[in-house]
């Protein structure tokens, strides 16, 4: 069985630029969380999405928009970059809709903004 | 809106020792409750879970019970020991106008041999 998988594992922007966050689920999840977490903090629920869908959604603007594919992979995309974006970018895969299912966490990709 | 609230560390024990971290939640819905844990260089991974009140999860010798009453989920475990530090992450997840999770600030614990 093969567990979640993000990439880059690093990565390093300027302010103002895009960026594009990739995860596989993993296998037999059609469920993924993207989540940011800052140095000493707990993770941030950014969105959820359920079958290609977005099901949930938390206090990020518009400028974090995601995706997911057929296969389930998702993406992350965070628009016109600030310096409060860097932080530790964390997804989750889990089966089904209930908020009972364990999330199973990748990784992470680390983003610096400078 | 939604959160938690978990105590503030560094906790620091001998290896041993009782341990007990508090978190509390406020929610709008009926959420399931979880603490998750990341050990030194992993990512974050389940520890237990409690779907709904009187649940008790327990996983690796701890416990923790979804006390609606007092909105609390504290984790315990009787005897720590050195592979038990960590950082400690109690988390609530609620389907209530879409799905959400959210999460406490984490607790780092230090166990001393």
């Known amino acids: 069985e093969t567990g979640v998988t993000q990439s880059p594992t690093h990565l390093i922007k300027t302010r103002g630029q895009q960026v594009t966050l990739r995860c596989s689920s993993q296998s037999g999840h059609n469920t993924v969380s993207w989540y940011q977490q800052a140095l000493g903090q707990g993770p941030q629920f950014i969105f959820q999405?359920?079958?290609?869908?977005?099901?949930g959604r938390g206090n990020f603007p518009p400028r974090f928009s995601g995706l997911q594919f057929p296969n389930y992979s998702s993406e992350l995309n965070v628009n016109a970059l600030e310096l409060d974006d860097s932080a530790l970018y964390l997804c989750?895969?889990?089966?089904?809709?209930?908020?009972?299912?364990?999330?199973?966490f990748g990784p992470g990709t680390r983003l610096l903004v400078l | 809106g939604d959160s938690v609230t978990q105590m503030e560390g560094p906790v620091t024990l001998s290896e041993e020792a009782f341990l007990t971290i508090n978190c509390t939640y406020t929610?709008?819905?009926?959420?399931?409750l979880f603490w998750y844990v990341q050990y030194p260089g992993e990512g974050l991974q389940l520890l237990l879970k409690?779907?709904?009140?009187?649940d008790k999860g327990s996983n690796k010798g701890f416990e923790a019970t979804y006390r609606k009453e007092t909105t609390s989920f504290h984790l315990e475990k009787g005897s720590v020991q050195v592979s038990d530090s960590a950082v400690y992450f109690c988390?609530?997840?609620?389907?209530?106008?879409?799905?959400?999770?959210?999460f406490g600030a984490g607790t780092r614990l230090f166990v001393k041999a």
């Open positions: 409690a779907t709904k009140a009187d």
């Open positions: 988390a609530l997840s609620d389907n209530t106008g879409g799905f959400k999770t959210i």
């Open positions: 999405y359920y079958r290609e869908e977005e099901n």
């Open positions: 989750a895969s889990s089966w089904g809709l209930a908020a009972q299912e364990t999330q199973y």
């Open positions: 929610a709008t819905g009926y959420p399931s």
